[in-house]
């Protein structure tokens, strides 16, 4: 398609929604509100074909439920007996009370010691030291018992993860077909968001723990798969030439040869997997998770700050545990002709593990972190917001009117008033500007099913949040990221914010928010704009710093000044990458304005935390799915636009 015709056609779009934003008082009413009598109700039917799925149908005469619900609890067999091990020790029943026995867990200071013994011989002292400081701190804030038990789920998810997406990312990577197919489900999986599955989860599985397993397996699962597939298929040619030539079998020269080689690879989709699984644990307390996910949310609820940060740093240090202990998995080279782990040091772990443990039933202190040694700063929080409130109460509730009543109100007013029908037909539009036709025909339909539904309304206040917060975002984080590629001193300090700020929870952001504004849609947007404003830091800094230094050379060579060099050069060069960048912050908006149902908004969002409430599976996955082809539209278009920036 020419260019010209492709200009056209995107001034076509764009007079589309000018036209039917400013048409609503001349153009027929159903361009904007579907008309009832042409409604269509899916939620219904599916809510009802899976209750009849669990509770009517059978195969071989078990109930489909029953079965489900056995295989839920044989897979929480080992996510039992780690939780046992680590946490809350092992009840052997008697006749009586006074013949029931009761084994404590592993004590926490040998479970300290030995974890520094491990990380020290896998990466050094610095890892060690990672692994102190983040258990003892689990330990002195009072968290030590819901750590471990967050622990033993997030190794539990890891290892049946890791077996699963290995076994998919083959078939993939052996068959196209199969990889076409599965790329699609893999981004519905997760663009999905997770409160639409969990009611599923909870039909299938009941309350509890094994449901957030399996929730948080299905929402950690395709970056695992999607690595394994991109592993193989970066493995050199000659190694599976020499496997050849060897007479392997094919199963040989998968498991001998082509798995071990892709073997960083490999570990950086677990460490994908075990990032996100310890993302998805507050989400899966609400189903029965518990563990530190149970006390940030126990802390939302409570609108205790102090408590919530102390749960959220927690998860973020085990996080960066993780992910630290999975990088120097990845690069560790034992020396020839030694293992990195020798007999000697599986002695001296059970060692460490078995001396403190026995102690305990002399030393009480040594088997349970003694509670006179914890503390808290929820009191020191609680104070600050308090004094914050008493001081700028009245100024802070001014500004939350101001931008509800001056820009929030009147912004999804406009959304409404652009209509269903407008923006399906400037997607059309733009979809063929870019000459991605069927990129166009997709999101027009989607659209049009969306109205179709019902879902019109909520969908405008879901845009809203979005845009807004993501607007935020930008605005204050593109100045961060360029201020951070402008300087390598600065730069240091800017990454390691952005480290800390990208393994901290969702649920984190709002607590602070709703303490000082309140519930409602100023504190969804600003919690949405502070969750992404850390991903748009880190991607505008990668754009700018991957410019070619010749370039800037250049520039300044013929006298232009920083700030021009900044704006005429490196910013146009870099615009592909920080169009990428926006994909993706857009992305962790939609994901994030899923938790702001929490706090009070009524958008899509929130018919997938009412779904819960009431069990009602087809209307959480119907208003999860709307969010989800919102999402993809928005990541494919913007996707789409820098691919052909690039080109151009």
């Excluded at 004094?387 to 406009?414: H, K």
């Amino acid at each position: 398609m020419g260019f010209p015709v492709g200009r056209a056609l995107g001034w076509a779009g764009l007079a589309l929604l000018l036209v039917s934003t400013v048409g609503r008082s001349f153009l027929p009413e159903p361009l904007y509100v579907w008309p009832e009598q042409w409604r269509i109700d899916i939620a219904t039917p599916i809510s009802a074909a899976m209750n009849g799925l669990l509770k009517e149908t059978e195969i071989a005469g078990f109930l489909v439920r029953d079965g489900t619900r056995s295989f839920g609890e044989v897979l929480g067999v080992p996510m039992r007996l780690l939780q046992s091990l680590l946490s809350s020790g092992f009840l052997i029943p008697g006749a009586t009370p006074a013949e029931t026995l009761r084994l404590p867990p592993l004590s926490w200071l040998g479970l300290v010691a030995a974890a520094v013994f491990l990380c020290h011989r896998l990466g050094g002292f610095g890892l060690a030291l990672l692994s102190a400081a983040t258990l003892l701190y689990c330990a002195a804030f009072g968290l030590w018992a819901e750590a471990m038990l967050t622990l033993a789920s997030v190794l539990v998810i890891v290892a049946v993860g890791f077996v699963l997406g290995l076994a998919l990312g083959i078939f993939a990577w052996r068959s196209q077909v199969f990889e076409a197919v599965a790329s699609q489900i893999y981004d519905v999986m997760q663009t999905m968001p997770v409160f639409s599955y969990l009611v599923p989860m909870l039909l299938l599985f009941g309350f509890g723990p094994v449901a957030a397993l399996v929730a948080t397996i299905i929402f950690a699962l395709p970056p695992m798969a999607r690595a394994t597939t991109l592993a193989l298929r970066r493995v050199p040619s000659e190694i599976g030439d020499l496997a050849d030539m060897a007479g392997a079998s094919p199963r040989q020269k998968l498991l001998i040869l082509l798995l071990p080689s892709a073997r960083e690879d490999l570990l950086l989709g677990v460490n994908q997997l075990v990032m996100l699984s310890l993302a998805m644990v507050i989400l899966a307390s609400m189903i029965g998770a518990g563990g530190l996910g149970g006390e940030v949310l126990k802390a939302l609820q409570a609108l205790r700050f102090g408590k919530g940060l102390e749960a959220g740093l927690a998860i973020s240090l085990l996080a960066i545990l993780l992910y630290r202990i999975c990088a120097a998995s990845a690069h560790v080279r034992p020396r020839q002709g030694q293992r990195l782990f020798q007999p000697r040091d599986g002695a001296t772990v059970l060692m460490l593990l078995a001396v403190p443990t026995a102690l305990g039933f002399v030393l009480p202190q040594l088997a349970h972190y003694p509670d006179s040694w914890t503390f808290t700063t929820n009191r020191l929080w609680t104070a600050l917001m308090d004094a914050i409130n008493s001081r700028w109460g009245d100024d802070l509730e001014a500004i939350r009117v101001a931008l509800v009543v001056g820009l929030l109100q009147p912004f999804r007013m406009v959304l409404l008033d652009l209509g269903w029908a407008g923006l399906a037909g400037a997607l059309l539009c733009f979809g063929a500007a870019l000459g991605r036709n069927w990129l166009g025909l997709g999101a027009a339909l989607s659209v049009v099913l969306i109205a179709a539904l019902g879902y019109w309304d909520r969908t405008a206040t879901t845009l809203h949040l979005v845009i807004a917060g993501s607007f935020l975002a930008i605005l204050f984080g593109l100045p961060v990221g360029m201020l951070s590629a402008s300087s390598r001193r600065l730069h240091h300090v800017i990454d390691a914010l952005v480290d800390t700020l990208l393994t901290l929870p969702s649920f984190v952001y709002l607590v602070p928010v709703v303490m000082l504004l309140g519930p409602g849609s100023v504190s969804a947007i600003i919690a949405i704009a502070a969750f992404v404003f850390a991903t748009v830091v880190r991607y505008a800094d990668h754009a700018l710093r991957n410019v070619p230094p010749a370039l800037t050379d250049a520039a300044a060579a013929f006298g232009a000044t920083p700030w021009q060099t900044l704006v005429k050069f490196r910013i146009p060069v870099a615009f592909p990458a920080l169009m990428l960048g926006l994909s993706q912050t857009v992305l962790m908006a939609f994901g994030m304005v899923v938790v702001t149902a929490l706090v009070g908004t009524t958008g899509l969002e929130q018919e997938t935390v009412t779904a819960i409430a009431r069990v009602d599976p087809g209307r959480g996955l119907v208003a999860g799915a709307a969010i989800c082809a919102l999402a993809m539209i928005a990541e494919r278009f913007l996707t789409a636009l820098a691919e052909r920036t690039r080109c151009g």
